[in-house]
């Protein structure tokens, strides 16, 4: 078995040049005095603190400014560890083999491996397990004189909250074997797992979103059976209304020519009518002014227009223009009419054309759909057919978990346990029942609190003896002043004997006023410690005594970055 026990605490102040060196043995040590204030819990305080915990030091002692040096064992090797505030030295043997200031990530990995325990929990952001801080590991083993007596049990460390609350307390079933090592490697493949099925829910979810959106789409839009097909259908009104854009060039011209032409004969008529008005017979000159208007009249514009129809009647010439002129508008009528029936039929081709576009535009857009969603469903199915893997294989992990121990078997024993010992110190309480549970402890009341919450732990030890885990490291039960709300010497009888009453622990640390006036089995005590200089736990004759380890180890520690 891997269990630590404490050999020796050395704690110095190298300003001071004061420490207080203490020995222990396996078993149960006994701390004491005849009086408070003189250092019984300072000293047993640094215990765990030396290996990497957090705690309460009253405000008149400067942990920050003192160096811890702990000597313990795990199995049959010897360690010393060694720590100034938040730094550390691990030596095994005599050999240093960690130097470090990080306790979560260094001290927690060596420490765990030494003792072949992990206490693995989850993460509050990814809720992913990862290796805990090695004060989870001593969590069920220390009651603090100041912390551990309040409401509720393991509450003695400092700096517990970077986990839920029940996540801390699911740490005990580590210690009682009903989660272990190998259990945290299939814990950690399922959250793995789930942290898949998650992604492709969330995945799943937007593939089912996009193809109902596509379905809603492709159902709106009919498709030919082929590209080829919408392309020849598409080259008849295009050749057609190249066909009548050329006719319409050409009616155009036709047009443009009799408006000229009825122009122009419009122009001679007037000119030969203004004529007739304004000529004077006796008149010789080449040019005639008419009397009314003043418009002059050239002699030789009239002689060409009487050339051009070679005739001397001017009423017949002016019946010849007049029958061009309707003849001429007849055409330019004709002409019009055949343009703007053109142009209709124009508007009709293009707008077939345009219908004919848009089938085509929306065949190719039906099919760029159908292809995407033809992609998204065979994503969708491989993620599906995925998930539903995953699940499967979280199924079997769970049940290979169920190898471990029963953990409501555990959960009633423990129970039992705790009326027991809850009766035996005369704390029991009926409205208890059906609430003995290591997930929900119990709230200490009152006179009777430090009662309720010794029995807890002492229940969770006697749990962890009913069990029989070998395997599970056990480590040194510290447990500071638990008569301290005691009055009775009877009642504070009844909780030293339920105290050593514990078997399944290498060694028990008590710490207690006035040891010697109760008379308990003192053949399972190995030691008594006492203690007697008030506000003076710390000596210079200690100091001489250690002065050269001290002053190494204190160089040694100061010199991390």
Known sequence: MRDLLFESILVADISEKKAKYVEFVPGFNVITSSENHVGKSSITKALYYALGAEVEYDSRWDKAGKIYILRFKIGDKHYKIVRKYSNFAVFESDNLVLLTDSVSRDLSSYLSKELGFRVC??????????LAPPVFTYLPYYIDQDKGWGNEPYQSFLRLEQYKKRDREASLYYHLGVYNEWSISILAQIDENLDKIQELIEAIEK???AISALQRETSYIVSAECTEELEANMAVPKERISSIVAAMSDVRSE???????????????????KYDKAKVSTHKSDITTCPNCGFVFDDSLYSLVREKYRVESEEFVVRQIELLINKTKTKHTETKEKYVALYKELENEEKKARIMEAEFDAYVKHKGLKASMKSMQSRLADNLATKEALEESIKELRKQLKDLPNKEEVDQKYAELLHENLTFLGAWENTYEGKLKILQPLKGQGTLSNKIILAQ???LFMTMDFLKQTEIPRLPFVVDSPRGKEASKTSSKDILDLIFKISSLPQIILVTIDFDEFNVDMDKVGRIIRFSDKFHVLQESDFREHEFEVTQLYDLLENIK
């Open 255 to 273: 047009l443009q020519v009799a408006e000229s032409m009825l122009i122009q004969y419009e122009k001679q008529l007037a000119v030969i009518r």
């Open 457 to 459: 732990y002492i229940s």
């Open 121 to 130: 929990l989850p993460n509050k952001t990814d809720k992913k397990h990862e």
């Open 207 to 209: 593939e089912k979103i």
